[in-house]
């Protein structure tokens, strides 16, 4: 199939889609935790988007799947995925459960149990793309909120703006790695001696912070709370249960292009 978009022809490969969805849900099916063997289409969705960002990793940053990836309200999002999701399973014969919930994607749970058409699909996929997939769904699950995180900090997400096309190649997370992993012996001596005074510093600040926990649950806060006018007018107001007036926080633009985004030392 073949999509035309403003920044080109994009061919979609139905096939690979429907294979690496129905790889995904029988993987899942394997695990022993139950719970983490029903996945929904958000799920499904963002481990399609970690498998094909695995492969174009290695790729000069092309993807398996051949679909446009966009920065939606839930992260990285496709609407050629979305749409073959269902095709996938019900062709796998996978069991589709519907549930009552408030989030829309959280209607329909999807569910397979097939040890042979594991292997089948594992023989005919790339190994980064099937390693990836299992490391991922057995590490999240169906842990929604830390799948989202641990997608939202990967670099082609905190590289784009919401409805921007979001790039596989930029900022690999190999790459990343192999910086973080280079030999010691690259280091000078007093990089290295200066490395090893950090660490040393680091644990003596955790340690002191561990052993001040044990002795008290409480955080003081920081910065110290002020206690002027705003405090004494509103501290009686919530004594007495009277309702805060709500309001909208407007964000600059520019904070998806900030490089506190791509901070690998923020949370």
């Not at 999002?77 to 019900?90: C, F, G, K, T």
């Not at 705003?230 to 900030?258: C, N, Q, R, T």
Request: proline share 6%.
């Amino acid at each position: 199939m073949t999509r035309s978009w403003w920044w080109g022809t994009v061919t979609v490969d139905k096939g690979r889609v429907r294979t690496v969805t129905q790889f995904i849900l029988a993987v899942a099916g394997e695990e022993d935790d139950f719970r983490n063997r029903e996945l929904g289409p958000i799920h499904l969705v963002k481990y399609l988007y970690l498998a094909d960002l695995a492969y174009a990793e290695v790729h000069e940053g092309h993807g398996y799947l051949g679909v446009p990836w966009i920065f939606y309200h839930f992260g990285p999002w496709s609407v050629e995925v979305y749409q073959e999701l269902s095709p996938a399973l019900h062709a796998a014969g996978a069991d589709e459960k519907r549930i009552q919930s408030r989030y829309a994607d959280d209607f329909i749970r999807w569910h397979l149990h097939d040890r042979h058409l594991v292997e089948r699909l594992e023989s005919n996929l790339p190994a980064v793309v099937c390693g990836t997939i299992r490391r991922v769904v057995h590490t999240y699950g169906t842990d929604t909120s830390g799948l989202l995180h641990y997608v939202y900090r990967t670099p082609p997400m905190v590289h784009a703006a919401p409805g921007e096309t979001l790039q596989l190649g930029i900022g690999g997370a190999r790459q990343t790695q192999r910086q973080e992993s280079r030999p010691a012996e690259s280091l000078s001596r007093r990089q290295r001696e200066k490395r090893k005074a950090e660490r040393a510093a680091l644990r003596s600040r955790v340690l002191q912070a561990l052993s001040a926990s044990r002795l008290s649950r409480r955080i003081r806060p920081s910065p110290a709370p002020r206690y002027d006018d705003v405090f004494l007018m509103g501290h009686p107001a919530e004594e007495e249960g009277l309702p805060f007036e709500e309001a909208d926080v407007e964000f600059a633009e520019a904070i998806w292009k900030s490089g506190l985004r791509s901070d690998p030392d923020v949370p």
